[in-house]
């Protein structure tokens, strides 16, 4: 029987504190694809991803109504292109780009991601193909999602991957310079890329999934932020030990929300369900920030000394109370910090609160990493690589996923604004120290080799 | 074997449970089932009640009254017919429908209408209305059991538009997002 206050603490959920599942992504397999004509290829993909999603978007609709949980975005992660594409020339790879932008547009979905490749050991001929179709399939497209991975755990890092990637982004956000860069917005580089992850830009279908796959993002910084003011107005002799265990019983019922609406939408489509990805992801609306829940736990801002310490807690409270929620849990879970996808952090880096080195020794304790951050157009490609070489070996050494998405905006300076628009957001230009240093580290080349598994210190 | 049940109104107080199950007790009664709700401070109580071989509902029915009258307690006493009774699973899903809005007379008449008209049974209530301008001070939620021969996608719009007419937030959504933001 359930009680007055457990409905109505349901509704307020929904209604006052933004709960929604945030992404549910259907991955599709797409080996069976595979062919060396492009146009045999470009039908295959069409019919394959057509078939198993024309009825996502209405679907996902229709759950979230029976449930009054609003599905926010529904999308399509592919197998990397790289991989089944691998035949193909870049130009031919554009037109493939092209191909999966108008099917996107068919099924009516936002984002399709998987226009990805796997370099972490060194980069085939379809890889190369792919990493240079990049800036002209991210600027002649509007829905595709790119991600390369560059470093495992296993493998170390392939710098000479970082490089070329470095290189990749720069002319991708020349080629789109009449929008502020916006081409690099979707394209991450990655450390140990999860394979099932739902959330853009960096989602794709990795090999060992299956053939179709729901996975669902949920998502609720709303929901958290106002458990702790509530409590925190109710008590005020709350330890964090006892914060930390609000955020893991918020973070349980989000969860177990998103699994609900997951398997739902799997089983109506008729395929299988995948993970949750327990991640708490902020979109720029107030009351739906990171950012907030930071002031809520007591720091003036995202950024000030502590910050490190706050996400550490609450990036392991969530994950804590999502895997107790639900023995299906993958792709990045834990919390988000895009600068430009929120409002309260895109503030912080403009007041001075959050610097881009505050934001990589974060990036130590949370998913993702240095997300949405605008830099100065003139960054020198070596500058970038450093950063990103940077942000990988976190993630290789801490065995765990990292990524950059930095969109180095093209004759704007430092404190200079940009609009992405819709999810994306918008920002101040973040200052990097250094940024016109063309240091050599990153020209050597080769591969930084995989770190010791023991030893752990 | 004869089936009763017995129903008890009256000022709430402690004691009342004791006093009538006590009573059908000492009468060799066996209870099937009891359940009590207290609104604001009326208290209602129901007892489906097994009755020996050597007892009918109308001794039963005389002797409740005889001792509770005298407490300020109504009972009634209404023979259960169980021909009624099916085993058939149900078939249906529960949604909760809930409203929050300003007070105005007449809105369970009118929400109750419309799921009456399109065969939704109400299977669990609670409205408050305290009045003034705090909307969850005014909220109904209704359980309602949907079979599969309901034009659902109709019900849900006539309780919709209602509630637009009403100025009231009304939400509808299947039981299961109760269960799982709620229940472990």
Same mark, same amino acid.
């Given at each position: 029987?359930?009680?007055?206050?457990?409905?109505?603490?349901?509704?307020?959920? =929904?209604?006052?504190?933004?709960?929604?599942?945030?992404? =549910?992504?259907?991955?599709?397999?797409?080996f069976?694809?595979?062919?060396?004509?492009?146009?045999?290829?470009?039908?295959?993909?069409?019919?394959? &991803?057509?078939?198993?999603?024309?009825?996502?978007?209405?679907? %996902?609709?229709?759950?979230?109504?029976?449930?009054?949980?609003?599905? =926010?975005?529904?999308?399509?992660?592919?197998?990397?292109i790289?991989?089944?594409?691998?035949?193909?020339?870049?130009?031919?790879?554009?037109?493939?780009?092209?191909?999966?932008?108008?099917?996107?547009?068919?099924?009516?979905?936002?984002? &399709?991601?998987?226009?990805?490749?796997?370099?972490?050991?060194?980069?085939?001929?379809?890889?190369?193909?792919?990493?240079?179709?990049?800036?002209?399939?991210?600027?002649s497209?509007?829905?595709?999602?790119?991600?390369?991975?560059?470093?495992?755990?296993?493998?170390?890092?392939?710098?000479?991957?970082?490089?070329?990637?470095?290189?990749?982004?720069?002319?991708?956000?020349?080629?789109?310079?009449?929008e502020?860069?916006?081409?690099?917005?979707?394209?991450?580089?990655?450390?140990?890329?999860?394979?099932?992850?739902?959330?853009?830009?960096?989602?794709?279908?990795?090999?060992?999934?299956?053939?179709?796959?729901?996975?669902?993002?949920?998502?609720?910084?709303?929901?958290?932020?106002?458990?702790i003011?509530?409590?925190?107005?109710?008590?005020?002799?709350?330890?964090?030990?006892?914060?930390?265990?609000?955020?893991?019983?918020?973070?349980?019922?989000?969860?177990?929300?998103?699994?609900?609406?997951?398997?739902?939408?799997a089983?109506?489509?008729?395929?299988?369900?995948?993970?949750?990805?327990?991640?708490?992801?902020?979109?720029?609306?107030?009351?739906?920030?990171?950012?907030?829940?930071? #002031?809520?736990?007591?720091?003036?801002?995202?950024?000030?000394?502590?910050?490190?310490?706050?996400?550490?807690?609450?990036?392991?409270?969530?994950?804590?109370?999502?895997?107790?929620?639900?023995?299906?849990?993958?792709?990045?879970?834990?919390?988000?910090?895009?600068?430009?996808?929120?409002?309260?952090?895109?503030?912080?880096?403009?007041?001075?609160?959050?610097?881009?080195?505050?934001?990589?020794?974060?990036?130590?304790? %949370?998913?993702?990493?240095?997300?949405?951050?605008?830099?100065?157009?003139?960054?020198?490609?070596?500058?970038?690589?450093?950063?990103?070489?940077?942000?990988?070996?976190?993630?290789?050494?801490?065995?765990?996923?990292?990524?950059?998405?930095?969109?180095?905006?093209?004759?704007?300076?430092?404190?200079?604004?940009?609009?992405?628009?819709?999810?994306l957001?918008?920002?101040? &230009?973040?200052?990097?120290?250094?940024?016109?240093?063309?240091?050599?580290?990153?020209?050597?080349?080769?591969?930084?080799?995989?770190?010791?598994?023991?030893?752990?210190? | 074997?004869?089936?009763?049940?017995?129903?008890?109104?009256?000022?709430?107080?402690?004691?009342?449970?004791?006093? &009538?199950?006590?009573?059908?007790?000492?009468?060799?009664?066996?209870?099937e089932?009891?359940?009590?709700?207290?609104?604001?401070?009326?208290?209602?109580g129901?007892?489906?009640?097994?009755?020996p071989?050597?007892?009918?509902?109308?001794?039963?029915?005389?002797?409740?009254?005889a001792?509770?009258?005298?407490?300020?307690?109504?009972?009634?006493?209404?023979?259960?017919?169980?021909?009624d009774?099916?085993?058939?699973?149900?078939?249906?899903?529960?949604?909760?429908i809930?409203?929050?809005?300003?007070? #105005?007379?007449?809105?369970?008449?009118?929400?109750?209408?419309?799921?009456?008209?399109?065969?939704?049974?109400?299977?669990?209530?609670?409205?408050?209305?305290?009045?003034?301008?705090?909307?969850?001070?005014?909220?109904?939620?209704?359980?309602?059991?949907?079979?599969?021969?309901?034009?659902?996608?109709?019900?849900?719009?006539?309780?919709?538009?209602?509630?637009?007419?009403?100025?009231?937030?009304?939400?509808?959504?299947?039981?299961?997002?109760?269960?799982?933001?709620?229940?472990?």
């Amino acid at each position: 029987m359930l009680e007055d206050h457990e409905i109505l603490s349901t509704i307020e959920m =929904v209604k006052n504190e933004n709960l929604d599942v945030r992404a =549910v992504t259907l991955g599709v397999n797409l080996f069976d694809c595979i062919s060396s004509d492009l146009d045999t290829f470009k039908s295959n993909i069409r019919k394959k &991803i057509v078939t198993h999603a024309g009825h996502l978007v209405s679907t %996902c609709d229709q759950v979230g109504k029976k449930y009054g949980i609003k599905v =926010v975005n529904k999308r399509i992660s592919t197998s990397p292109i790289a991989l089944v594409g691998a035949a193909f020339k870049t130009a031919q790879l554009v037109e493939i780009a092209q191909e999966l932008n108008d099917i996107a547009r068919t099924v009516n979905i936002d984002f &399709i991601g998987g226009f990805s490749a796997l370099v972490e050991k060194g980069m085939a001929t379809g890889d190369l193909a792919l990493i240079e179709a990049l800036p002209e399939a991210l600027a002649s497209t509007q829905r595709v999602c790119a991600s390369v991975n560059v470093a495992t755990t296993r493998a170390g890092i392939n710098m000479d991957g970082v490089l070329k990637m470095a290189q990749t982004i720069k002319q991708a956000a020349a080629l789109t310079a009449d929008e502020d860069g916006l081409g690099c917005a979707k394209l991450c580089v990655f450390s140990n890329i999860p394979q099932d992850m739902p959330f853009m830009a960096g989602s794709m279908l990795g090999p060992g999934v299956g053939d179709a796959v729901i996975n669902v993002g949920v998502s609720g910084p709303g929901v958290v932020k106002k458990a702790i003011e509530r409590n925190l107005g109710e008590s005020h002799s709350l330890t964090l030990g006892q914060i930390a265990e609000l955020i893991k019983n918020t973070s349980c019922k989000v969860t177990r929300v998103g699994e609900l609406i997951g398997r739902e939408v799997a089983q109506e489509l008729g395929v299988r369900f995948g993970v949750v990805d327990l991640s708490l992801a902020p979109t720029p609306t107030v009351g739906d920030s990171i950012g907030e829940i930071f #002031q809520a736990l007591g720091l003036t801002s995202i950024g000030v000394p502590g910050s490190t310490a706050a996400l550490a807690m609450l990036n392991d409270a969530v994950k804590k109370g999502g895997a107790f929620a639900s023995s299906h849990v993958g792709g990045l879970s834990g919390a988000f910090i895009p600068v430009s996808e929120d409002l309260n952090i895109a503030r912080a880096a403009e007041e001075g609160y959050l610097s881009l080195e505050k934001l990589e020794s974060m990036t130590c304790v %949370c998913s993702v990493g240095l997300d949405m951050v605008p830099v100065p157009g003139d960054i020198t490609e070596e500058c970038l690589a450093g950063i990103i070489a940077d942000e990988m070996a976190i993630g290789m050494i801490n065995t765990k996923t990292t990524a950059t998405r930095i969109i180095p905006v093209p004759g704007k300076k430092a404190g200079e604004k940009v609009y992405f628009g819709g999810l994306l957001g918008e920002a101040s &230009i973040m200052e990097v120290p250094h940024h016109l240093l063309k240091d050599r580290f990153v020209t050597f080349g080769g591969r930084i080799p995989a770190p010791i598994h023991s030893l752990k210190n | 074997m004869e089936k009763i049940i017995v129903t008890v109104l009256g000022k709430d107080r402690p004691g009342i449970i004791a006093l &009538i199950s006590g009573h059908l007790y000492n009468l060799d009664c066996n209870l099937e089932n009891v359940n009590q709700m207290i609104l604001q401070n009326e208290f209602a109580g129901f007892f489906i009640v097994d009755l020996p071989e050597n007892l009918n509902m109308e001794a039963v029915e005389k002797e409740l009254s005889a001792k509770a009258n005298g407490q300020g307690l109504n009972v009634y006493v209404n023979r259960l017919d169980t021909d009624d009774a099916t085993d058939e699973p149900i078939t249906g899903e529960t949604f909760f429908i809930t409203t929050i809005g300003p007070d #105005q007379k007449g809105l369970v008449a009118r929400f109750s209408g419309i799921m009456a008209r399109f065969n939704a049974n109400i299977t669990n209530l609670k409205a408050v209305f305290k009045g003034g301008d705090d909307p969850m001070a005014n909220i109904m939620s209704y359980q309602i059991d949907i079979g599969p021969d309901i034009d659902k996608a109709g019900l849900f719009e006539a309780l919709k538009a209602k509630g637009r007419e009403l100025n009231l937030d009304v939400r509808i959504q299947h039981k299961n997002i109760f269960n799982v933001t709620n229940k472990i």
